[in-house]
T-cell receptor, first 113, second 111 residues
Framework: GAVVSQHPSRVICKSGTSVKIECRSL??????MFWYRQFPKQSLMLMAT?????????EQGVEKDKFLINHASLTLSTLTVTSAHPEDSSFYIC?????????FGNGTRLTVT | GQQVMQIPQYQHVQEGEDFTTYCNSS?????IQWYKQRPGGHPVFLIQ?????EVKKQKRLTFQFGEAKKNSSLHITATQTTDVGTYFC???????????FGQGTTLQVKP
């Protein structure tokens, strides 16, 4: 089946630094990837839609200058959390679809100290 | 904007009892998907429903899609401890195609 690889699985960083998260579709081409954020015991909230070769589409309330998304190829999308703050600590998860349904990566747990 | 409401938020059952979670969308959906997330894990796709009134079964799990394509349910018969986790519905908007997740129902099963 379709596999989505996300890296790193866990990251701890200091406040003010930037963190890059990678999302790769391993056995299919993903023209569209989605980035979700999940706080503890809460649902997945769509942050942005990443389209290969074009600018990402951000959901309302998500700062595009803070959460930089790059979808440079059909198999790779990256999310960079810039100038991270403790309130950015969360579980970030990407998904990719060539066809519905979504296939999720394993997620990245970000802790900002 | 589109909202997907899911109830209940939590459910504790004795092993062997049945369990149902319900999902309602504020808008008509093109399809609805169900995912299961174990503690510490990522969501895993269970099933997709596309047709109005569709019913699908996976062993002890029964999934239904409403006639109006705005609601759905997941029913588990005779729960087992392996059913523990959070079940999310996710509705794909007919207008935008975006997948919006419900709040999830966390199932605890007492052995």
């Amino acid at each position: 089946g379709a596999v989505v690889s996300q890296h790193p699985s866990r990251v701890i960083c200091k406040s003010g630094t930037s963190v890059k998260i990678e999302c790769r579709s391993l056995d299919f081409q993903a023209t569209t990837m989605f980035w979700y954020r999940q706080f503890p015991k809460q649902s997945l909230m769509l942050m942005a839609t990443s389209n290969e070769g074009s600018k990402a589409t951000y959901e309302q309330g998500v700062e595009k200058d803070k959460f930089l998304i790059n979808h440079a190829s059909l198999t790779l999308s990256t999310l960079t959390v810039t100038s991270a703050h403790p309130e950015d600590s969360s579980f970030y998860i990407c998904s990719a679809t060539g066809f519905s349904p979504l296939h999720f990566g394993n997620g990245t747990r970000l802790t900002v100290t | 904007g589109q909202q997907v409401m899911q109830i209940p938020q939590y459910q504790h059952v004795q092993e062997g009892e049945d369990f149902t979670t319900y999902c309602n969308s504020s808008t008509t959906l093109s399809n609805i998907q169900w995912y299961k997330q174990r503690p510490g894990g990522h969501p895993v796709f269970l099933i997709q429903l596309v047709k109005s009134g569709e019913v699908k079964k996976q062993k002890r799990l029964t999934f239904q899609f409403g006639e109006a394509k705005k609601n759905s349910s997941l029913h588990i018969t005779a729960t087992q401890t392996t059913d523990v986790g959070t079940y999310f519905c996710a509705g794909a908007s007919s207008n935008t195609g975006k997948l919006i997740f419900g709040q999830g129902t966390t199932l605890q099963v007492k052995p």
